[in-house]
């Protein structure tokens, strides 16, 4: 699997540029604010029909334009496949393979596989338990489209309980029978949610641990610790008792939608007593484990995004990253820097056929 050729129109910053890359490692050099990070957004877009740093897609317009278009090449087993994905204001986006429109996006998940590791990540670490439940749901979504559709019509049941419970307290009123309908709905796609959660972990950890040993030589140990009331209880009980207290607040206390992903080093929450060195080394490995776990489930190698992160590590994670190219760990690499000589220094030591773009 890699990207041949790409052309972006109107893409944030971008007007108009189209590229023709190398099949191993391709590099975007240039200051800052030039369009570097833009560029690998474009890539992750065509994969997850989506913006990796702008949800809002109208945002992802070029300033006084209507519309944006990014179209590319790519080669998955041996075959040309063409993806486009535009927007224009007040419209529907589009996605398109072979020029055939998708009829929902979701049916494209998980068809080009790639991973991203960008100085942003540190929200993983640093926000909230929804900003992880995505990164944890994303993962498994990519190769499990059961999964997807699941959490899709969990997430719609759940929109319509919380609107339920919203009325019953506009109009002085509540009816349990109607609310226990969409309890009995949601309970089996939740709890099947749960489940696939639980399973992927027990197989994702030890890959996680294996690469944060490789880059940080055995320094500490890490765990990531599923956190889910459904461990306790059933998600029809859960509900049941929480009745009460999600009339009182007005939405839905309890549920998958509550998980969370805590990160720990040497047992202890890495947000509180991890240096700035070991959150890097975590977030690679968490993103590195990705890459190999999607790479093991889908027998493809992944694209791989590396935004700007030489500039955010010391020569002995970058040595590291360096040794995985040589080793044919990776596929097709695309690299962010705002120093060209030092980019290309990094490269020519991989012995690796590569391109770079000066912007």
């Not at 008792?241 to 040497?266: A, M, P, R």
């Amino acid at each position: 699997m890699y990207l041949k050729q790409l052309t972006l129109l109107n893409y944030k910053n971008i007007s108009d540029k189209s590229f023709e890359f190398d099949e191993k490692i391709n590099c975007f050099v240039g200051k800052n604010g030039i369009g570097k990070t833009n560029i690998l957004d474009a890539i992750y877009h065509l994969s997850y029909g989506k913006s990796y740093f702008n949800p809002l897609s109208v945002q992802n317009i070029k300033h006084d334009e209507d519309f944006f278009l990014i179209d590319a090449t790519f080669t998955k087993k041996e075959r040309e496949e063409k993806i486009a994905c535009s927007l224009k204001r007040g419209q529907k986006k589009i996605l398109k393979r072979n020029n055939k429109i998708y009829d929902r996006l979701s049916d494209h998940i998980g068809f080009i596989p790639l991973v991203i590791i960008s100085p942003s990540d540190t929200n993983l670490i640093s926000e909230g338990s929804d900003i992880r439940r995505k990164f944890l749901d994303s993962v498994i979504a990519t190769l499990d489209s059961t999964y997807l559709n699941a959490l899709i019509q969990y997430n719609k049941l759940l929109t319509q309980r919380n609107a339920l419970l919203k009325y019953f307290a506009l109009n002085h009123a509540f009816d349990n029978e109607t609310l226990l309908v969409y309890n009995e709905q949601l309970a089996p796609l939740g709890t099947s949610i749960f489940e696939k959660r639980k399973q992927f972990l027990e197989n994702f950890i030890p890959i996680f641990q294996k690469y944060h040993s490789h880059i940080t030589d055995n320094a500490e140990k890490v765990q990531l610790v599923y956190q889910s009331a459904l461990f306790e209880k059933d998600l029809l009980t859960l509900f049941k008792e929480s009745t009460y207290k999600d009339k009182v607040i007005q939405y839905t206390s309890t549920g998958i939608q509550k998980d969370d992903l805590i990160f720990e080093i040497d047992g202890f929450p890495i947000k509180k007593f991890g240096s700035q060195g070991q959150q890097k080394s975590f977030l690679i490995a968490l993103k590195l484990a990705q890459f190999e776990f999607i790479k093991q489930k889908s027998g493809e190698l992944p694209i791989l995004l590396f935004d700007d992160i030489f500039d955010k590590l010391d020569e002995t994670r970058v040595e590291k990253i360096v040794t995985m190219v040589n080793n044919a760990v990776f596929g097709q690499i695309f690299i962010s820097d705002t120093h060209a000589k030092r980019t290309e220094e990094i490269i020519k030591s991989t012995h690796q056929s590569y391109a770079i773009f000066q912007l």
